[in-house]
């Protein structure tokens, strides 16, 4: 939080400087500007950058090829498949690809929560706390190809591009411009799937 502090404060000061020389008709020097934007230790305005994975999303096999095809090009993807075979791997790397790109607006992760009734009353938290276990599949493959520190900006409330939410919280919700990744379909009974 100390840095993003950091950087809307460099943010602040190098606009009033720009807006000060701008009145004077000063015409500021690439090397001013750069000195501007690096003081406090800030090296760029904006998103502190982390390295994450940005090697292209591979086939390692025929029926990934064939999936990772079927997300290109179609709305609506069924993929089943042994556990370890890349599903929800291939799925959720998309979609951050999809993100990065622009080509959606957010990132919407649901699955079905085993226990009576769907209650996740007996874990500690908000909801987003309760449900973290849950969504830790995706969550990780989504750090790695967004980066740790935009996932967080991305899964701020406010912000929105990234929401999890338990798949009984899904009735009646409308999804414009937006992946949906509902992960461990086959623990979702008929009646449930009816109403999503």
Avoid at 26 to 39: A, C, G
Wanted: net charge positive.
């Amino acid at each position: 939080m100390g840095r993003q502090k950091a950087v809307i404060k460099a943010r602040r000061e190098a606009k009033r400087v720009l807006r000060r020389d701008s009145r004077s008709h000063k015409q500021r020097e690439e090397e001013s500007v750069t000195s501007l934007v690096q003081m406090s230790g800030v090296e760029a305005i904006g998103m502190a950058r982390d390295s994450r994975d940005t090697s292209p999303i591979e086939a390692r096999n025929e029926a990934q090829a064939h999936y990772l095809n079927a997300i290109d090009n179609k709305q609506l993807i069924f993929a089943t498949g042994e556990a370890g075979c890349g599903k929800t791997w291939i799925s959720a790397a998309k979609a951050a690809e999809a993100l990065i790109h622009k080509d959606v607006d957010r990132i919407i992760v649901t699955r079905p929560v085993l226990q009576a009734d769907e209650d996740l009353g007996f874990l500690p938290g908000d909801i987003a706390e309760k449900f973290a276990p849950y969504f830790r599949p995706v969550y990780d493959v989504l750090v790695k190809r967004l980066g740790a520190s935009f996932m967080q900006y991305c899964l701020r409330p406010e912000i929105g591009k990234v929401e999890i939410a338990p798949f009984a919280y899904m009735r009646g919700r409308t999804f414009e411009n937006a992946v949906v990744i509902l992960d461990e379909a086959q623990n979702v009974t008929a009646a449930q799937m009816k109403m999503f």
